[in-house]
T-cell receptor
Framework: IAGITQAPTSQILAAGRRMTLRCTQDMRHNAMYWYRQDLGLGLRLIHYSNTAGTTGKGEVPDGYSVSRANTDDFPLTLASAVPSQTSVYFC?????????????FGPGTRLTVL | GQNIDQPTEMTATEGAIVQINCTYQTSGFNGLFWYQQHAGEAPTFLSYNVLDGLEEKGRFSSFLSRSKGYSYLLLKELQMKDSASYLCASLDSNYQLIWGAGTKLIIKP
């Protein structure tokens, strides 16, 4: 079944550790996005990529980095995790970047930083 | 600043109709999305409006008034499986989605 997969499903991490959240899509979508979702707040964009080889900063990029080596994969790295990065992280994709195209979401990664 | 407002929680009865309101204020406007999110799951697309008026899609309809910065999602013939959070999101001038915090809809038998 086509779609977006994320790994891990959940993770508990000690503060200061490095962590990479994985995201893979098989829809050949050009644009990919990373959001975080916190209770009482709307989804907030961390980073995005309009096409392979390019990335951009969203609303809350500090403490996170991304890469887009190919169309399918868009990993998110926390270089040195802090408790405020405890959240649910969603990866999403859309066929056409910077358009009215629908975004499709992966199942999410629940991250707890202690 | 950019702001999306929607009620935190609503309760409705199975078989009834419920209207979930959303007001938005964003830098530019390229349309309004509604997503459904069941607890512990990913958001899934429900509707997109860019022109004023009502768009009907089965039991769900979505309305937009650009002049008022207002939208609503109308759910008819409510079913227990409609218990979920409903997320309103405005597409701004940079084609980035600005999200509301979501409305948790509780359906009672």
């Amino acid at each position: 079944i086509a779609g977006i997969t994320q790994a891990p499903t959940s993770q508990i991490l000690a503060a200061g550790r490095r962590m990479t959240l994985r995201c893979t899509q098989d829809m050949r979508h050009n644009a990919m996005y990373w959001y975080r979702q916190d209770l009482g707040l709307g989804l907030r964009l961390i980073h995005y990529s309009n096409t392979a080889g390019t990335t951009g900063k969203g609303e809350v990029p500090d403490g996170y980095s991304v890469s887009r080596a190919n169309t399918d994969d868009f990993p998110l790295t926390l270089a040195s995790a802090v408790p405020s990065q405890t959240s649910v992280y969603f990866c999403a994709s859309s066929e056409v970047p910077e358009s009215t195209d629908t975004q499709y979401f992966g199942p999410g990664t629940r991250l707890t930083v202690l | 600043g950019q702001n999306i407002d929607q009620p935190t929680e609503m309760t409705a009865t199975e078989g009834a109709i419920v209207q979930i309101n959303c007001t938005y204020q964003t830098s530019g406007f390229n349309g309004l999305f509604w997503y459904q999110q069941h607890a512990g799951e990913a958001p899934t697309f429900l509707s997109y409006n860019v022109l004023d008026g009502l768009e009907e899609k089965g039991r769900f309809s979505s309305f937009l008034s650009r002049s008022k910065g207002y939208s609503y999602l109308l759910l008819k013939e409510l079913q227990m499986k409609d218990s979920a959070s409903y997320l309103c999101a405005s597409l701004d001038s940079n084609y980035q989605l600005i999200w509301g915090a979501g409305t948790k809809l509780i359906i009672k038998p």
